[in-house]
């Protein structure tokens, strides 16, 4: 059966273009011509099995990692040209939804979120800082939350509040790393939602890594499907959900 490779004539131009990336570790080939293309504000959801390479490619798409081949553009830079300086510029316009979130235990929600500003923009002025602070807790549905600990949070919350901390840079990329794992049904749906109104009203382009066929079904405009290395099949859910490919019929199960 021959994969499915359609793009849901999905619009704009690409924030991420992966070109055939390699990427082996001595004899194990992990990443072998994989390619992949976000579109400016699409949600491209991709899907691959545990040690499928999903991490790799994610480091190598953010200069962590270097592939052994191929080339990897964001916003329209090759990234292994960049200088150092440079890359650490580029990464600010991405923001990390990490699985199981992520916070730091030890500092209250206020200075979760104040970390990226301390770091990232210098010459910001004190009001300022809290003003985005507060913007971006409003915008997650936790405005009063500003001085709890992490621990003080339920799971769905600290969730939110890691989705607000990625957002406060005002990112164009969000990449979410299995944002559903770990929650109950309905806070899951939750959290998508929010992801879907996020995309709204900051117009951000988002890669999804999920293994929530339901997640997937929800917030995908266009899902790429990671397998041996190489982007296996890529199309709509639809398309995907009801190919009969056995290899690809797997990852709906
Ligand atoms: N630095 C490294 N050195 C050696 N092998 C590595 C290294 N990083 C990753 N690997 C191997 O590459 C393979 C892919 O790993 P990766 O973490 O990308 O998988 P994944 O798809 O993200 O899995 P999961 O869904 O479980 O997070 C695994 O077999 C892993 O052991």
Known sequence: MEPVQSNNN????????INNLYKAFGDQKVLNGFSLELLEGENLVLMGK????????????????????????VLGKDISKLKHIELDELRTHIGFLFQGSALYDSMTVREN?????????????????????????????????????PAELSGGMQRRIALARALILKPRIIIYDEPTTGLDPITAKEIILLMMNIQKMYRTSSLIITHDVDCARVISNRMILL???????????????????PKIQAFFK
């Not at 770091?119 to 009063?144: S, W, Y």
């Not at 709509?236 to 009969?244: C, D, Q, V």
């Open 10 to 17: 999905a619009s704009g131009k690409p924030v991420i273009e």
């Open 50 to 73: 545990s040690g499928s390479g999903k991490s790799v490619m994610i480091k190598c798409l953010v200069g962590l990692m270097e592939p052994d081949n191929g080339t990897v553009k």
């Open 113 to 149: 979120l104040e970390f990226p500003l301390r770091r990232h923009t210098k010459n910001m002025t004190n009001r300022d800082r809290e003003t985005r602070v507060r913007e971006a807790l409003e915008n997650v549905g936790l405005p009063k939350t500003m001085d709890l600990m």
């Open 227 to 245: 397998l041996d290395g190489i982007n296996y099949a890529q199309g709509t859910f639809k398309e995907l959900s009801t190919s009969t490919d």
